[in-house]
């Protein structure tokens, strides 16, 4: 089985009344590109917590990596998020009081991957790819935005998990640091890990394969 | 895998120390009640530490009877009840001055001595402190001591302490000499008494022991008068040790106060005999002649029930600090909490367990509670090692901190422990935030 996500007529609701997310249908492949576009309010962010395994969902399939989520195991995911996913917030989420290097690091925790010499060469070697070298031992507090948004990205990728969820990660970027996060991208996807990207640029949709506009709750393929 | 585990607690052991207020307010905090409970630990174990060691130092089987009348009485009593008495000991009830030297103009240092009589030539010499009149057994410095020819022959010889040596004979050995009870010894000036000259009496000085607590501390309580010379003269008291029948033949005239000391060979004849005093002495306090009986467990009993008491008051003192700041450790983890919802956030979605939130959040309250204590012991410690200094040097008085090291790992338990109660409400309070709440929460 090559498909990494698999959902049926996935339904949110927060209040009962209104649904936020109203039968989406969303497969993606290992490996695979999709670009997610839709106006503010449209339900991306409940989309990609739901994807994300941050958050439930009230109706529908969903099978990640060929094993299906329940919707009222939330808490029992955490080894998933851990291993199989990493997250660029639009907001950043890093944690301002220490470093670039320690906040990159700090998803090892976590998962069951070796802390070892060569996590270290690959973290430099993505910090190159990204242009923050320099930028290692410097507080997260004191970055600029488009420094931060390198360093999330830098946080998910390190990982090499099976899906990575970004949401706006060019926001903040010049057009010079959005190309590099661009082919930082592509070059993941390639070696097998599946990207989500929430942008509402979609010239820069990433050489996406699929590229979906999430209005009233549901899906259309562009 | 090890790797890993130091990566781990690395890093948390640098969220520990990222939030400066925190760590101070935390830090006070555990300081404030942990700094007084070893300071408290060490000067009450110390102080009685000191005192069970010298009732400790007393000889075994060895009970102390004494009255402050009727000695008559006592003694008929008490010979219902022994057949021997292998120790007996009567005690001056003046002191009789021995030396007079000018110190400083009109200042005069005037040692006064006290004679105990002793019926034994064992090692065992009477000692007065605060826990009373206590058989000591003696280390023989120089000299020797006592023999059964000088008792048989009611020999003029006496023995004293190492004090007494140094005041009576400086810069030399005090074997030999003579000391001149009621006038001048040595060669040093003669001692006065009201203006009255007192009966000349030489005896010769055959040993010296090492100094006793007691001698010790007036050591200390002379140099402190010496620091502060006022008109008034100085007057130290001694203790000297002569055979028992010189006592009276030197002051015939001396209203006499006795005490008995009774040692024995072994556990058997000396419960005995403590039994019998015991039943004795209720006897005669009917008859208003009762006489007190001290023995080495009933001190050691005394003294550990003290401090038993003085433990409770100071637990009692230290479980009132650890709740008060066990609450404002637990109000300033809820604050660190709030301010840290969107840091859970970022745990959680990068595969943090609640586990692991409520782990990092116990850890760093004990990696901070770990070190505050550790230094609130050693500054503790320290303390008392200054009171020590500053007490003997500067107020004179002996005090010597005396505690083991099990009585300063219990401070840094009990801090431990308050760090570990103080922050688990909060932490559960952490892993149980929702992680797309806090994800959104600036």
């Known amino acids: ?222 | 895998m090890l790797r890993k585990i130091a990566f781990y607690f690395r890093h948390l052991m640098l969220m520990s120390s990222v939030n400066k207020i925190r760590l101070i307010l935390t830090s006070a905090g555990i300081f404030v009640a942990v700094f007084l409970f070893p300071a408290g630990i060490i000067v009450s174990e110390s102080y009685y530490n000191e005192r069970l060691k010298i009732v400790g130092e007393t000889a075994e089987y060895t009970a102390v009877i004494s009255s402050p009348e009727n000695n008559n009485d006592i003694k008929e009593s008490l010979s219902e009840i022994v057949s021997q008495t292998p120790v007996k000991d009567i005690v001056t009830s003046d002191n009789v001055p021995v030396l007079s030297v000018p110190v400083h103009g009109s200042t005069y240092l005037t040692v006064m001595a006290r004679f105990h009589g002793i019926t034994r030539t064992n090692m065992i010499l009477p000692i007065i402190c605060d826990e009373g009149y206590l058989p000591e057994k003696a280390q023989l410095v120089e000299g020797r001591f006592i023999s059964s020819n000088d008792l048989a022959e009611n020999s003029p010889v006496v023995i004293i302490d190492e004090f007494t040596a140094e005041l009576i004979c400086p810069d030399e050995s005090a074997v030999g000499k003579s000391i001149e009870i009621g006038g001048k010894t040595g060669g040093s000036s003669t001692a006065q008494d009201n203006g009255e000259e007192m009966q000349k009496i030489q005896a010769q000085i055959i040993g010296v022991v090492k100094n006793s607590y007691v001698s010790e501390q007036r050591r200390l309580s002379l140099k402190r008068d010496l620091d502060n010379i006022a008109e008034s003269n100085i007057f130290t008291e001694v203790s000297v040790y002569c055979p028992i029948n010189m006592i009276s033949e030197w002051f015939p005239d001396s209203a006499v106060q006795s005490f008995f000391i009774y040692s024995f060979d072994n556990s058997k004849d000396y419960e005995d005999f403590a039994d019998k005093a015991e039943y004795m002495s209720l006897l005669n306090a009917k008859k208003g002649g009762a006489f007190d009986i001290s023995t080495r467990e009933a001190l050691i009993s005394d003294l550990e029930k003290e401090l038993s008491n003085t433990k409770s008051l100071l637990n009692f003192i230290m479980t009132v600090l650890c709740v008060i700041s066990g609450i404002s450790i637990m109000s300033v983890t809820f604050f660190s909490v709030k301010e840290r919802i969107s840091e859970i956030g970022i745990r959680k979605a990068f595969g943090a367990s609640k586990v692991d939130i409520v782990f990092q959040f116990i850890f760093e309250m004990l990696i901070i509670a770990f070190f505050v204590s550790v230094t609130a012991v050693c500054l503790a410690y320290y303390c008392c090692k200054g009171a020590e200094i500053y007490l003997a040097e500067k107020l004179f008085i002996s005090f010597k901190v005396n505690v083991s090291l099990y009585k300063l790992a219990l401070p840094v338990a009990v801090g431990l422990i308050e760090a570990l109660f103080s922050s688990f409400v909060p932490s559960i309070y952490a892993a149980n935030i929702k992680v797309t709440d806090s994800l959104r929460f600036e």
């Open chain 1, 1 to 222: 089985m090559n498909k990494l996500i698999e959902m049926s007529e996935i339904r949110k609701t927060y209040t009962g009344k209104r649904y936020v997310l109203d039968g989406v249908d969303f497969s993606l492949e290992k490996g695979e590109i999709a670009a997610i576009t839709g106006e503010s309010g449209s339900g991306k962010s409940t989309f990609l917590n739901i994807v994300g395994l941050l958050d439930s969902f009230t109706e529908g399939t969903y099978l990640f990596d060929g094993a299906p989520v329940y919707k009222n195991r939330l808490n029992s995911y955490y080894k998933q998020r851990a291993a199989d996913i990493g997250f660029v917030f639009q907001a950043y989420c890093l944690i301002e009081s220490i470093s670039v290097q320690e906040n990159i690091l700090m998803p090892f925790m976590y998962n069951d991957k070796p802390v070892n010499k060569s996590l270290y060469a690959q973290m430099d070697e993505l910090l190159n790819e990204l242009n923050i070298t320099a930028l290692k031992d410097k507080k997260v507090a004191l970055l600029s935005g488009g420094e931060k948004q390198r360093t999330a990205i830098c946080r998910a990728m390190i990982k090499k998990p099976k899906l990575i969820i970004a949401d706006e990660p060019t926001g903040n970027l010049d057009e010079k640091n959005a190309e590099l996060v661009i082919s930082a991208f592509k070059k993941i996807s390639d070696l097998g890990t599946s990207v989500i990207v929430v942008t509402h640029n979609l010239h820069l949709s990433f050489g996406a394969e699929k590229v979906y506009a999430l209005e009233k709750g549901s899906f259309r393929l562009c």
